[in-house]
């Protein structure tokens, strides 16, 4: 009886790291590689810097205003990247997807530079960079509370060449409050929560053995 115990307790701690796999955006082989790469440790509205992105990457024209034309873009991009990548899956990307944006965004507000460093491209990383110097020079702080992230859909997706691009919408509840270095701020009440729309486009070389997307673009909806 205690024998069929432990083979069911390992089969039950199997299924569990298989799931959580799944949740961070693992690929479905064995490899055990993630498709974003996790760091190593673990009444303002703020904008991140890089918005809007003017060299950004050529975008394919859609009708925004139309859902369904959108949508369509979408999967037809899905399928073309799928093309290229079969182990490509939307729901394990968008997991991952989810977690990052909220990663960046903690990473941006705390200026952890170490972990913007895994998840951004060099050219993204040094706006952000920018932005966290100039506001450690103006003696200021930032804390940013993610309340929660309500949607993440993937608005458009495609190859260029050999890279994916995969453009997601997040809309999410946050609150911002930046604060003066040594300042003590008057407390007249919580600070509000803010709804936040924020349009981010993820690239990934489907030729390279690193399976990990990085952040290529931000940007706010016109």
């Known amino acids: 009886m205690q024998y069929f115990d432990v083979i069911l307790l390992a089969l039950l701690a199997a299924f569990v790291l298989y ?19 996790r760091p190593g440790r673990d009444d303002n509205v703020v904008s991140l810097p890089g918005r ?6 050529p975008r394919r024209a859609a009708k925004k205003s139309e859902t369904g034309d959108e949508e369509a873009l979408a ?14 899956d939307v729901q394990d ?3 991952g997807a989810r977690a990052a ?50 949607t993440a859909d993937v608005t458009d997706a495609r190859m260029a060449g050999r890279i994916a691009e995969v453009t997601v919408k997040f809309v999410s509840d946050i609150i911002n409050v930046v604060r003066k270095t040594g300042v003590v701020a008057d407390s007249p009440g919580a600070p509000p929560v803010k709804e936040v729309t924020d349009i981010w486009t993820f ?13 290529a673009e931000t940007h706010s909806p016109t």
């Open 101 to 150: 944006y909220e990663m960046v965004v903690t990473a941006f507000a705390k200026g952890d530079r170490d972990t913007l460093k895994r998840l951004l491209t060099r050219d993204v990383l040094e706006s952000f960079s920018r932005a966290i110097a100039e506001r450690e020079e103006r003696g200021e702080t930032l804390e940013t509370t993610i309340v929660g992230v309500r």
């Open 75 to 88: 999967a037809a991009g899905v399928a073309e990247i799928r093309m290229q990548d079969p182990t490509f």
């Open 52 to 57: 809007p992105v003017r060299n950004a990457l």
């Open 93 to 95: 990307f968008l997991a």
């Open 203 to 215: 690239v990934r070389d489907v030729r390279s053995g690193d399976p990990n997307w990085a952040l």
């Open 19 to 37: 799931r959580l796999g799944r949740v961070l955006g693992r690929r479905p082989d064995d490899s055990g590689s993630r498709m974003f790469r």
